[in-house]
């Protein structure tokens, strides 16, 4: 790849988010070239080089961040095309996944583990499995990870690597590969140390070798999404939005106040709305969690306090810091208990 060079704006970067949503995927003529993505694909490639391995997957532009089942390339979001699109998903869903540098290359790392494990079939070897399990093992459709466990490594949210065999190595191998990692130390004592030493004989083992599978088949390629944003856009809040336990008032008794008449109070409802911002980023950073996925969770919280009239205590820090350690609590227990989606 070359360096980035100068694009003209295309006419809907200008456009309100509302007509932006009238348009096609496939008509934004979204590509990789030119855009900050390929300085960081261009970074992906000189890792593997600098560790001896050739193969260097390609990338291509899609509905999601996903590697297809045995298929050794990378497709991205397409709004990590244009900081426009990036605007929109971040307005749309609160957050965007790969919107930074640092969370760019986290996640292409971890495709990139899955891209070299089919693009060699490491998944075949007897030791792979010794280590990481059965590949062809289903994907569970929920699970219950173990927040201490020291057997898996810890890059992606959500304990990812104890999802499935699959992503264990995916995970493992994007530990290995980033070069301020320092995995020796960092795992040192773990049980999953065994895994990143055998990750590290097992790249030294295919260095140089070219790669018996390439290619494949680019699923759901923005240049052929016929969906307009606003459909793209309803999809993805329905699957981020899952049905989600109702608040029970005996907790909102703990943290508000019924109105006494005749008294000025604070609408708990109305200073939730002012705390919005702070109180999803802090929930989010703790459970891992989902913006989009917190801020509903809020916004159900909020309008059963309107209705039942709550009012602010006189400790209005201590309202925060418990709104924040129970709706971190109940957002645990959701992850815990209920489904989730599979991050490919």
């Given at each position: 790849?070359?360096?980035?060079?100068?694009?003209?704006?295309?006419?809907?970067?200008?456009?309100?988010?509302?007509?932006?949503?009238?348009?096609?995927?496939?008509?934004?003529?979204?590509?990789?070239?030119?855009?900050?993505?390929?300085?960081?694909?261009?970074?992906?490639?000189?890792?593997?080089?600098?560790?001896?391995?050739?193969?260097?997957?390609?990338?291509?532009?899609?509905?999601?961040?996903?590697?297809?089942?045995?298929?050794?390339?990378?497709?991205?979001?397409?709004?990590?095309?244009?900081?426009?699109?990036?605007?929109?998903?971040?307005?749309?869903?609160?957050?965007?996944?790969?919107?930074?540098?640092?969370?760019?290359?986290?996640?292409?790392?971890?495709?990139?583990?899955?891209?070299?494990?089919?693009?060699?079939?490491?998944?075949?070897?007897?030791?792979?499995?010794?280590?990481?399990?059965?590949?062809?093992?289903?994907?569970?459709?929920?699970?219950?990870?173990?927040?201490?466990?020291?057997?898996?490594?810890?890059?992606?949210?959500?304990?990812?690597?104890?999802?499935?065999?699959?992503?264990?190595?995916?995970?493992?191998?994007?530990?290995?590969?980033?070069?301020?990692?320092?995995?020796?130390?960092?795992?040192?004592?773990?049980?999953?140390?065994?895994?990143?030493?055998?990750?590290?004989?097992?790249?030294?083992?295919?260095?140089?070798?070219?790669?018996?599978?390439?290619?494949?088949?680019?699923?759901?390629?923005?240049?052929?999404?016929?969906?307009?944003?606003?459909?793209?856009?309803?999809?993805?809040?329905?699957?981020?939005?899952e049905d989600m336990p109702d608040f029970f008032d005996r907790d909102l008794?703990?943290?508000?106040?019924?109105?006494?008449?005749?008294?000025?109070?604070?609408?708990?409802?109305?200073?939730?709305?002012?705390?919005?911002?702070?109180?999803?980023?802090?929930?989010?950073?703790?459970?891992?969690?989902?913006?989009?996925?917190?801020?509903?969770?809020?916004?159900?919280?909020?309008?059963?306090?309107?209705?039942?009239?709550?009012?602010?205590?006189?400790e209005t820090d201590e309202a925060i810091a418990q709104t924040i350690a129970?709706?971190?609590?109940?957002?645990?227990?959701?992850?815990?208990?209920?489904?989730?989606?599979?991050?490919?």
């Open positions: 790849m070359t360096a980035p060079t100068a694009k003209t704006e295309p006419s809907w970067a200008q456009l309100t988010d509302e007509e932006l949503l009238a348009w096609r995927i496939r008509d934004l003529g979204l590509t990789i070239v030119g855009t900050e993505l390929e300085t960081r694909i261009e970074q992906l490639w000189q890792e593997l080089g600098a560790r001896g391995i050739t193969f260097l997957p390609q990338c291509y532009l899609a509905d999601e961040w996903f590697c297809p089942n045995e298929v050794p390339t990378i497709a991205i979001p397409f709004y990590l095309a244009h900081p426009r699109l990036k605007q929109l998903e971040s307005h749309i869903i609160l957050e965007v996944e790969g919107g930074t540098k640092q969370d760019c290359m986290r996640l292409l790392r971890h495709e990139c583990g899955h891209a070299l494990g089919y693009a060699y079939r490491l998944w075949r070897r007897k030791r792979w499995r010794e280590h990481f399990g059965d590949f062809r093992d289903d994907y569970p459709e929920s699970y219950r990870p173990k927040p201490h466990s020291r057997r898996f490594v810890r890059h992606l949210e959500k304990w990812y690597a104890q999802y499935h065999p699959d992503e264990d190595f995916a995970e493992t191998f994007a530990v290995w590969l980033n070069p301020s990692s320092n995995w020796h130390e960092r795992y040192r004592g773990w049980p999953a140390l065994k895994k990143l030493e055998y990750v590290d004989e097992l790249m030294r083992s295919i260095a140089g070798q070219p790669a018996p599978v390439t290619g494949g088949r680019r699923i759901c390629e923005a240049s052929r999404l016929t969906q307009k944003l606003s459909t793209y856009y309803a999809r993805k809040r329905r699957e981020y939005a008794n703990r943290i508000f106040l019924e109105a006494v008449p005749g008294q000025k109070h604070t609408s708990a409802s109305a200073f939730l709305r002012r705390q919005r911002r702070s109180i999803v980023a802090n929930v989010s950073r703790w459970t891992g969690e989902r913006k989009f996925t917190v801020a509903r969770f809020l916004q159900k919280l909020i309008a059963r306090c309107h209705e039942r009239k709550l009012v602010l205590p006189d129970f709706l971190t609590a109940t957002v645990m227990n959701y992850r815990f208990q209920d489904k989730i989606r599979r991050h490919p």
